[in-house]
């Protein structure tokens, strides 16, 4: 039996998941009155964006990976202000390219720097077109891209050993589309997005989650897989890997993983928060010194914690971090999304439901977007929800 409020029926809901896509539905949810329960395997909120306080320096710790929140939506952006304070921070990314230092993504300085010139914007414009591949009219592969976009000297400093360690792959393997979202600017503009709102959360991402989740009738359970309840609900809204959901019936989706090699030292080791390190003669891909994430209190700690970052294949019990999405994983998702489209009482959501690679930015957008058909389709006559609300392949 269903309770009501008013004309509405009062449902039982499970997220699965505690990462932005799943708070944003539960508290959703619950501030309509339903009944949900959030469950995570992990002990801590926050999914992949998950922050913590380093237990030996003070620090805190993007614990899967540097996560700067930058966005386009002004939706998504005021959003996530109501649930704690932001500070002003502009990703500036530093490359080392054969014992060089650089600035990304390629600008005037990188290209001044790189072929020893003093060039202005016009200049330099010219210079790079001279030096792309004009022949290649759509590029379709990340390799094609950049010799369309930059020419070979520069692709082959920056990017050819570092996309190689980072996918495993030839660049000729990869899609243009990897490549396509980093900018190619003519003036001394740094700055890696192109977006114009951009900043760090003051107490980390895990406290604005929390906030998103503090709500009355959400049942929050931590360390605890979906797999292990017993309970049944009216309908799950499911933030975990879609082809786990089904045992991995139809095989397993490429991801690649990461490693992450933690050092102290005192004081400040690399005088930035990222450094890439493009050559392939270095094993790992960059390396990310958290204090400088957070500028506004780094005077507070006497010591640093870095990471190093290794990409790899993952393998069964690995964290799935990018999905690798080429011929073989779409074709195994389309046999997965037909699975799921032919279940009832489960939606697929946020970046591993859908197997895709999203920015904090776009899987909030999407929650809010999913929680606007949600309230529509529960006063509809036909009130099930959908196995997807944004097209997965
Ligand atoms: P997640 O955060 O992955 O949450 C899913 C949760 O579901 C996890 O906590 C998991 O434990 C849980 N779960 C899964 N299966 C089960 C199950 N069966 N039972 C119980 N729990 C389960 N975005 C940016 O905007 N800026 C950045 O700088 C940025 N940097 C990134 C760096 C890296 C290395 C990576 C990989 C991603 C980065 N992102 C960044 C993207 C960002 O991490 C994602 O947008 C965000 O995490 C997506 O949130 P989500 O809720 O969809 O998924
Ligand atoms: N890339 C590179 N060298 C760099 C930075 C990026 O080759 O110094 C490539 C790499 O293949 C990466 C892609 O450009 O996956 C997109 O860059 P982005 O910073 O978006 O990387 P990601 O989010 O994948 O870490």
Same mark, same amino acid.
């Given at each position: 039996?269903?309770d009501?409020?008013?004309?509405q029926?009062?449902?039982?809901?499970?997220v699965?998941g505690?990462?932005?896509? $799943?708070a944003?539905?539960?508290r959703?949810?619950?501030?309509?009155?339903?009944?949900?329960?959030?469950v &995570?395997?992990?002990p801590h909120?926050?999914? #992949?964006c998950?922050t913590?306080?380093?237990?030996?320096? =003070?620090v805190m710790?993007?614990?899967y =990976?540097?996560?700067?929140f930058h966005?386009?939506?002004?939706?998504a952006?005021?959003y996530?202000?109501?649930?704690g304070?932001?500070?002003p921070?502009?990703?500036?990314?530093?490359?080392?390219?054969?014992d060089?230092?650089?600035t990304?993504p390629?600008?005037?300085?990188?290209? #001044?720097?790189?072929f =020893?010139?003093?060039?202005?914007?016009?200049?330099?414009?010219a210079?790079?077109?001279n030096k792309a591949?004009r022949s290649i009219?759509?590029?379709?592969?990340?390799?094609e891209?950049?010799?369309s976009?930059?020419?070979?000297?520069? *692709?082959?400093a920056f990017? *050819?050993g570092?996309t190689r360690?980072q996918?495993g792959?030839e660049p000729?393997?990869?899609p243009?589309?990897?490549?396509?979202?980093?900018?190619?600017r003519?003036? *001394?503009?740094? #700055?890696?997005?192109?977006?114009? %709102?951009?900043?760090m959360?003051?107490?980390?991402?895990t406290?604005i989650?929390q906030?998103?989740?503090?709500v &009355?009738g959400?049942d929050i359970?931590?360390g605890c897989?979906f797999?292990?309840?017993?309970?049944k609900y @009216?309908?799950?809204? %499911?933030t975990g890997p879609?082809?786990r959901y089904?045992q991995?019936r139809?095989g397993r989706l490429? %991801?690649?993983?990461?490693?992450?090699?933690?050092?102290?030292d005192e004081g &400040?080791?690399q =005088?930035?928060?990222?450094i890439?390190?493009?050559d392939?003669?270095?094993?790992?891909?960059?390396?990310s010194?958290?204090k400088?994430?957070?500028?506004w209190?780094?005077?507070k700690f006497?010591k640093?914690v870095?990471?190093?970052?290794y990409?790899r294949l993952?393998?069964?019990? @690995?964290?799935?971090? %990018?999905?690798?999405?080429?011929v073989?994983?779409?074709?195994?998702?389309d046999s997965y999304?037909?699975?799921a489209?032919s279940?009832?009482g489960v939606?697929f959501?946020?970046?591993? $439901?859908t197997?895709?690679?999203l920015?904090?930015d776009?899987?909030?957008t999407?929650a809010?977007?999913?929680? @606007?058909q949600?309230d529509a389709?529960?006063?509809? @006559?036909d009130?099930?929800?959908?196995?997807?609300f944004? &097209?997965?392949?």
């Open positions: 039996m269903f009501c409020v008013g004309s029926i009062l449902r039982s809901f499970c699965v505690a990462g932005f896509s $799943g944003i539905i539960a959703h949810l619950a501030e309509r009155g339903h009944k949900v329960t959030v &995570d395997e992990r909120l926050g999914g #992949n998950h913590e306080r380093d237990a030996e320096t =003070g710790v993007h614990k =990976g540097p996560h700067i966005t386009a939506d002004k939706r952006w005021d996530v202000q109501r649930f304070k932001f500070q921070y502009v990703n500036r990314v530093k490359a080392i390219s054969k060089r230092v650089y990304l390629v600008n005037l300085l990188t290209i #001044n720097q790189f =020893g010139t003093t060039m202005g914007p016009k200049e330099a414009r210079f790079i077109e591949d009219q759509a590029p379709r592969s990340f390799e891209q950049a010799l976009m930059i020419g070979p000297e520069l *692709y082959k990017f *050819y570092y360690k996918w792959l000729t393997e990869l243009a589309s990897i490549l396509k979202r980093l900018p190619l003519f003036n *001394y503009d740094d #700055n890696y997005f192109n977006h114009p %709102y951009q900043g959360p003051e107490e980390g991402y406290s989650v906030n998103i989740l503090a &009355d959400i359970r931590l897989s797999e292990s309840l017993e309970e @009216d309908h799950v809204f %499911y879609i082809d089904f991995f139809l490429g %991801y690649r993983t990461l490693d992450f090699e933690r050092f102290v &400040d080791h =005088g930035t928060a990222v890439n390190y493009c392939e003669t270095v094993p790992f891909t960059r390396i010194e958290h400088h994430f957070a500028p209190e780094q005077e006497s640093t870095c990471f190093r970052e990409s993952a393998g069964e019990g @690995d964290v799935p971090y %990018y999905p690798i999405r080429l073989n994983e779409k074709k195994m998702l999304i037909a699975l489209k279940e009832s939606s959501m946020g970046r591993l $439901g197997y895709r690679y920015d904090m776009v899987t909030i999407e809010l977007a999913a929680c @606007d949600i389709l529960l006063q509809s @006559d009130n099930s929800l959908p196995s997807f944004v &097209d997965p392949a």
